[in-house]
């Protein structure tokens, strides 16, 4: 009698391990989108507030690389600039001494013009007026255009000097280290007062707000699956059984690939299988690389 009791408990369970087992129709791991951020600048790390671990918001600026010698040469080249512009010359300095010629020529030709209506004057005296008014004219064109012509140069070369000061404010922005994708930190690569250089990962990061199992299933399970279907997604709980989620196919490869050896269909014999991406609401508990199965038959 203990023999068929024995037998019968022992049938019992591994007929429950086996409906265990024949509970999902597919199974996968959990991935995310991982991001690596890198130095964009070269020099000391002085500041870097993150940990492994920490969530970290888009557009948080969470430490920042020396910037002394950037900023010494942009102090340099500021000076350059206003050294160079130093050099121009004041137009309306330059051109006064002509522009009181001009009003005493022109008050010279008013009154000969006064002397010629009351007989008091010549014509001569009148044409060599207005030609002086003429030449005085000319004279200050002329030196306007020269004075104007050394300021265009002299902001030209300026030019230079203020794209290499766009350079460095680029630079400097670069120096601080702005984390761009909302997620958790993964890994952290660098530490304070550790020279960085351009392209050297900082941190790796990765938005779990919503995590991907990818999982496989067989050419006779591909027709029961279709982009966008809504599904349950099944992982370990402590207490031994299912713990389950509600998921929704993002992504179906249309390409056969060999069964990976870490992953199990439910046709064992199958050897070609076809990966699909499901994405799953995480609520903290769903971790990269974890396990999960798929259910095809319980669409929701």
């Known amino acids: 009698m203990k023999k068929i009791a024995f037998a019968l408990i022992a049938s019992l369970f591994l007929m429950s391990c086996g409906q265990k087992e024949q509970a999902y ?14 130095a964009q600048a070269t020099g000391t790390i002085k500041i870097l507030n993150l940990e492994e671990g920490q969530i970290l918001k888009a557009g948080e600026t969470i430490g920042y690389i020396d910037t002394t010698q950037l900023y010494l040469k942009k102090r340099q080249l500021e000076a350059q600039i206003g050294a160079v512009l130093g050099k121009r010359p004041d137009v309306s300095a330059q051109v006064a001494a002509y522009q009181e010629q001009l009003k005493q020529a022109n008050r010279e030709q008013q009154r000969i013009t006064n002397l010629l209506k009351a007989d008091a004057a010549t014509p001569k005296q009148l044409d060599d007026a207005n030609s002086q008014i003429a030449i005085i004219k000319k004279q200050i064109a002329a030196q306007e255009s020269a004075l104007n ?17 766009e350079q460095l404010n680029d630079q400097l922005s670069k120096s601080k280290v702005v984390n761009e994708t909302p997620g958790t930190v993964l890994v952290k690569y660098a530490e304070v007062n550790e020279m960085a250089t ?43 059984k299912y713990k389950t989620y509600q998921g929704t196919i993002e992504w179906i490869s249309d390409k056969a690939e060999f069964t ?13 299988v076809y990966a699909v991406k499901i994405r799953v609401k995480n609520d903290g508990f769903l971790k990269i ?4 199965e798929i259910v095809l038959s319980k669409k929701i």
């Open 25 to 38: 129709d597919a199974s996968g791991t959990f991935e995310a989108v991982e991001t690596i951020v890198s």
């Open 149 to 165: 012509i050394t300021s265009s140069g002299l902001n030209k070369e300026t030019l230079p000097l203020n794209v290499q000061i």
């Open 198 to 240: 351009v392209g050297k990962p900082l941190y790796k990061i990765s938005d779990l707000s919503t995590i991907i199992l990818r999982a496989y299933i067989t050419g006779n399970q591909l027709p029961a699956v279709k982009l966008g279907q809504t599904l349950e997604v099944l992982v370990d709980a402590a207490d031994g």
């Open 260 to 272: 990976p050896k870490t992953i199990q269909t439910k046709d064992e014999r199958a050897n070609l």
């Open 289 to 292: 690389g974890m396990y999960g």
